[in-house]
């Protein structure tokens, strides 16, 4: 089972708004860590489009916000457009693990 | 300016050797660690390990300690992933990634990556 878990797929028409939800498996509660986001465009390599819970690299469109609550984060996509559609990925950490983990991914539709 | 630059496509058979190899540029990244992330339909994305090019003080994934080894050559700016065996498993994209290190690792991120290569290991 994953430790960090995303729904396998969200869509959304032109214009509107989606979410994508990144939560943490119960072995890690009470623990916090920061959550990430990267954005892989098919075909391509991932891209970081969001660090430390809420924080936009340069260059990265402000129509993309994140916010994280407690073990659970999620990514928002306002004013959805067709270069978009993207596989998405949160990250974070796993202190029993010991290692980075990775959601399975989020397939965004427009 | 930031760029990985990743060795081409590999085909190869179970037994075989194989190194990939991943050029670096990073100026103005302080204290940056080389990471190797493997992406399978099967099992998404995984962080195999890091490498700090400066020292080579490598950290492995302990689910994937084992598999194959990191190393780096500060001279050349060339971190690589090395499998003295390869088996059917091994077939993946692995993308060499910058790790920004956070809080000894725990919000650490991966900055930025690499194109990819893509390694087949069939009979």
């Known amino acids: 089972q994953s430790v960090v878990t995303q729904p396998p797929s969200v869509s959304g028409a032109p214009g509107q708004r989606v979410t994508i939800s990144c939560t943490r498996s119960s072995s890690n509660l009470g623990a916090v860590y920061d959550i990430h986001w990267y954005q892989q465009l098919p075909g391509t390599a991932p891209k970081l489009l969001i660090y430390?819970?809420?924080n936009r690299p340069s260059g990265v469109p402000d129509r993309f916000s994140a916010s994280k609550s407690g073990t659970s984060a999620s990514l928002a996509i306002t004013g959805l457009q067709a270069e978009d559609e993207a596989v998405y990925y949160c990250?974070?950490?796993?202190?029993?693990?010991?290692?980075?983990?990775f959601g399975a991914g989020t397939k965004v539709t427009v | 300016e930031v760029q990985l630059v990743q060795s081409g496509a590999e085909v190869k058979k179970p037994g075989e050797s194989l190194t990939i190899s991943c050029k670096y540029s990073a100026y103005n990244i302080p204290n940056y660690w080389i990471a190797w992330v493997r992406q399978t339909p099967a099992r998404g994305l995984e962080s195999m390990g890091v490498?700090?090019?400066?020292?080579?003080?490598?950290r492995y994934s302990p689910s994937l300690q084992g598999q194959a080894t990191i190393t780096a050559d500060k001279a050349t700016k060339n971190v690589h992933l090395h499998w003295g065996s390869l088996k059917a498993s091994d077939s993946a994209m692995y993308y060499c990634a910058i790790l920004r290190m956070v809080r000894g690792g725990m919000d650490s991120y991966f900055e930025y990556w690499g194109q990819g290569t893509l390694v087949s290991v069939s009979s």
């Open positions: 430390a819970n809420n």
């Open positions: 490498i700090y090019p400066d020292d080579s003080k490598t």
């Open positions: 990250q974070s950490y796993d202190k029993g693990l010991n290692e980075w983990v």
